[in-house]
């Protein structure tokens, strides 16, 4: 699937700092671990990320504090650092592991460069869009992935990663219109899942939700999985909307395969649709429909009920797909938005990763 992006031309912040080590405290090193004093007034173990000198010629440094969450970090002034002996601890952002290997007189390690980049105000020229760009530069792309990230980070609570984004494969949603290419959402998936999900985030921008992008999105998600041959899932835990999306997208994908198939068993429910047979049952078990569940196996469903459910449903979507503002309004853009952003699987191209143990058999060929 290709995507519409914005092309960056990034602006490097270590072209212009002058890393004068010797203005800064010998004693803290750059990538080392020490004991450094919160705003409670503990001690905590923290790894030292970048040295600066402010406005008022006090020196600071950005820490992160081990195994502790990254909206903790900040800028510290030395005093709070105790850099009367270095700490042998495990930590899992310890700046070591990470040196550049390179390899330079300061150890200014690509972790470092990334948070210096978040933390400064760092200025940004963005060239014209370009319409066409289908793929985006190697030097534009690891950094874009991660801005999406840390954008998602801001709506879901529970979004963890950010930095190392080359497990992932990344597919944007963009509207198109006469003011340009406005990002809508977008979902990540793993390469390669030994889990079999199907998704890893996915992210609706507030002003684009409840117009069905969601829906879209998963559709597609679970497309490339029926490509793939694969029954997934998508990663837990999800957000609020993100279950209710989801539970939205089963239900219709599940009555509607039921209304053409009325006798088919749970696993052949499953592989059909690529939707595991844990969240057919979660999605079904309370199921306002359904009157009768014979042990966990069998379900008992009338023709006529799941199609008046799925008009409802219908109904229902293309009212919800623009704010209602008035009734002449409402009436025509029910029916210009209904059954919108439809996925066409005629125009889907895409080939799945190579899996690793493919690529080892290749090798030994």
Known sequence: MNAVVEKRMVHNPTDDIDLKVSTLDPDIQIGEVYKVLRSTGQ?????????RIDGNGNKEYYV??????????????????????KLKISCES????????????????????RKLEETSK??????????TTQKLELEYQELYCQNLCLLAKLFLDHKTLYYNVSPFIFYVLC??????????????KEKVSADN???????????FQRRGYGHFLISLSYELAKIEQIVGTPEKPLSDLGRLSYRSYWEKVIL????????????????????????????LQYHPIINNWQHGHQICLHRDTIQQYLNQLNDEHSMKAFPTDGKE????????????????????????????SQNNKESQM
């Not at 992160?64 to 105790?82: A, F, G, K, P, Q």
């Open 43 to 51: 001690y905590y173990p923290a790894a030292v990320i970048e040295g």
């Open 64 to 85: 992160h504090y081990c195994n502790h969450d990254r909206r903790l970090d900040e800028w510290v002034t030395s005093e709070r650092i105790d850099c009367s002996a």
């Open 94 to 113: 310890s700046l070591n592991q990470l040196t550049d290997s390179a390899g330079c007189d300061v150890r200014f390690t690509r972790n470092q460069k």
């Open 122 to 131: 760092v200025l940004q020229e963005s060239d014209s869009l370009d319409s």
């Open 175 to 188: 509207e198109i219109d006469n003011d340009g290419v406005h990002l809508v959402g977008y979902f990540s």
């Open 197 to 207: 999900y199907n998704l890893a985030c996915i992210l609706t921008l507030p002003p």
């Open 256 to 283: 509607n395969f039921l209304l053409e198939n009325p006798n088919c068993t749970m696993n052949e429910l499953s592989t059909k649709t690529c939707i595991a047979i844990d969240d057919i049952i979660w999605t």
């Open 329 to 356: 309004q409402r009436k025509n853009r029910k029916l210009m938005h209904k059954n919108t952003f439809v996925l066409d699987i005629n125009r889907l191209k895409w080939d799945p990763p190579i899996k690793s």
